[in-house]
């Protein structure tokens, strides 16, 4: 068995998960010590804080398999590409936020730049038409956001997807419809919490497949990075990854 330490943020670990899972990864086991902006795949594998906390997690933690995410979206070329995500998948704002984000100097550390990000992005921000289906289930009409949670953690510490596990084979589908500035105003504050999925344009469904369509087409964001646009498909693969996490 080989042990990697992914030494780095969401996008370190994005960038390490396509690595391993394209070149088949099934003997590599991934050991994350968080130092990047985001950190929501740290967050939602329970790791510390702490750095030193994190090493000493890598060195006698347990080892966990987990689902991993396959992507499937336009790339901007007149084709489309593949991908893997270890963490959420999005179609929608967040992959504007994520750019906005990325873009940024990050001085403020990940929560307060992904929240300054969202609120200038939010600002101007239109809804789409978006065309949807979670397996069997489809909808459509105005959207937002769509996001494909494996983990419940994204945008530096929003719980998006409160009670999603990364071993069940399933991905918490969290849809935010055509929500004012004033359903912003109120909720967003609720969603570090988990408690956003009361609000009634709001609506979690599970499964093991998405598929997006949008006119326009919309932003795809991958663990924090932005590869292309929609029309896309999230699906899960079950006990894609082996990783260390606190015993």
């Excluded at 991905?171 to 105003?185: M, R, S």
């Amino acid at each position: 068995m080989t042990q990697l330490a992914v030494v780095g943020g969401d996008g370190t670990a994005y960038e390490v998960v396509n690595g391993v899972l394209g070149a088949g990864g099934g003997e590599v086991e991934l050991a994350v010590l968080p130092r990047g902006t985001g950190r929501d795949f740290a967050r939602s594998l329970g790791l510390p804080k702490r750095f030193d906390d994190a090493v000493q997690v890598a060195l006698t933690g347990r080892i966990q398999t987990i689902d991993a995410g396959k992507a499937t979206f336009h790339n901007g070329e007149a084709h489309s590409d593949e991908a893997w995500f270890a963490n959420f998948a999005g179609a929608g704002i967040s992959g504007a936020i994520a750019r906005d984000a990325n873009a940024s100097s990050k001085a403020l550390g990940g929560r307060a730049s992904f929240l300054v990000s969202t609120v200038k992005v939010f600002a101007g921000w239109k809804s789409a038409r978006v065309a949807m289906r979670v397996d069997e289930e489809s909808r459509s009409g105005q959207m937002f956001e769509i996001v494909a949670m494996n983990g419940p953690y994204a945008g530096g510490g929003m719980r998006i997807a409160p009670d999603a596990v990364m071993a069940d084979g399933l991905l918490d589908c969290v849809i935010f419809g055509d929500v004012t500035k004033l359903d912003f105003l109120t909720t967003f504050r609720k969603i570090y919490s988990g408690r956003h999925l009361s609000h009634p344009k709001i609506e979690l469904l599970r499964g093991s497949s998405v598929t997006v369509e949008a006119d326009p087409p919309l932003p795809v964001v991958l663990d924090g990075e932005q590869p292309g646009t929609t029309p896309a498909r999230f699906e899960i693969v079950p006990r894609a990854l082996r990783v260390r996490v606190p015993g």
